[in-house]
């Protein structure tokens, strides 16, 4: 059974940098397990961030960007806002099947 | 600009099946190489995709549900369908449905909190 790995949580301060990463139980994420990033606050349906690794959706401020990094999916939010304490998770694609990581909760403190 | 709306019982009883459906405006499902998706997420808990449906009806199952989900779809009324059979508790969640390409997944429903109990 495919896994995707997220971190289950992390602590950023206002105004500073962190770094989300997504990894697959197969391997190196590649450009072509397609990764999308999703935020999500609590009794809201998931808003999508970012598609095909480094895409923003026409809604997504440019603090947050998407890329590879060590054989990860990363998502990166710069000059974080309070607003930004939310779920993320990941999304890849398996050929056919499509694999949504645990999330990473971050919280703004 | 595309809206998706989930509908269905949010009761259903233990061993029967689960069925709800996505009313899709703003656009044709039959209209552009897209899936239409179904993405559950038990309270508190992550989410997890169901299976989606090819706009020419092709469908593809996430393999640990595969032998309880049937995904369908009727463009004549532009909107898809799910079910699950044999629900347990287990089975409680709020049931998303999505548009997605293979690259994203952009637009999602509010989402329809379904629960499994006698």
């Known amino acids: 059974q495919t896994v995707v790995t997220q971190e289950p949580s992390l602590t950023v301060s206002p105004g500073g940098t962190v770094t989300l990463t997504c990894a697959s139980s197969t391997g190196a994420v590649t450009s072509g397990y397609y990764p999308n990033w999703f935020q999500q606050k609590p009794g809201q349906a998931p808003r999508p961030l970012i598609y095909?690794?480094?895409n923003r959706q026409s809604w997504t401020p440019a603090r947050f960007s998407g890329s590879l990094l060590g054989g990860k999916a990363a998502l990166t939010l710069s000059g974080v806002q309070p607003e930004d304490e939310a779920e993320y998770y990941c999304?890849?694609?398996?050929?056919?099947?499509?694999?949504f990581g645990g999330g990473t909760k971050l919280t703004v403190l | 600009q595309l809206q998706l709306q989930e509908s269905g019982p949010g009761l259903v009883k233990p061993s029967e099946t689960l069925s709800l459906t996505c009313t899709v405006s703003?656009?044709?499902?039959?209209?552009?190489?897209?899936?239409w998706g179904w993405i559950r997420q038990p309270p508190g808990k992550e989410l997890e995709w169901i299976g989606s449906i090819y706009y020419s009806g092709s469908t593809f199952y996430n393999p640990s549900l595969k032998s309880r989900v049937t995904i369908t779809v009727d463009s004549s009324k532009n909107r898809f369908s799910l079910n699950l059979s044999s629900v347990t508790a287990a089975d409680t969640a709020v049931f998303y449905c999505?548009?997605?390409?293979?690259?994203?997944?952009?637009?999602w429903g509010q989402g329809a909190l379904v629960t499994v109990s006698s």
């Open positions: 095909s690794t480094s």
């Open positions: 999505a548009r997605h390409s293979l690259v994203e997944m952009d637009y």
């Open positions: 999304l890849l694609y398996y050929g056919g099947l499509w694999v």
């Open positions: 703003g656009g044709f499902i039959s209209s552009g190489s897209y899936y």
